[in-house]
């Protein structure tokens, strides 16, 4: 497993979802199983994937962001910042240009 997004960009991200209410009344069962201290998931009985990042379904949406997308929205946010201040800049020189 990777110390950061920012290493492994583009990630490979699985997350086995809850069962829905429905699943649960139609007594489906659950047939993927996340191996322990493993970044893989097991399919049925012999079907095995490997991934940067596993997430169980007991795993909160919490850790899921502050793992797997703080880092790129918080990058995403500054550019942004960035961005507006050189357009926001460059509009107030133009308006400076045109009085003068």
Do not use: W
């Not at 490979?12 to 069962?29: G, T, W």
């Not at 990042?53 to 500054?78: M, P, R």
């Amino acid at each position: 497993m990777f110390g950061s997004v920012k290493e492994c960009l583009p990630c490979r991200v699985v997350r086995v979802r809850p069962q829905l209410a429905k699943e649960r009344i139609d007594m489906c069962q659950i047939c993927t199983f996340v191996t322990p201290g493993e970044p893989q998931i097991v399919i049925g009985k012999d079907k095995a994937f490997t991934f940067d990042y596993v997430f169980d379904l007991n795993c909160e949406q919490e850790n899921i962001y502050s793992t797997c997308a703080k880092e790129l929205v918080d990058g995403s946010v500054l550019v942004l910042v960035k961005v507006l201040h050189f357009l926001l800049n460059s509009c107030y020189m133009l308006c400076l240009k045109k009085r003068h």
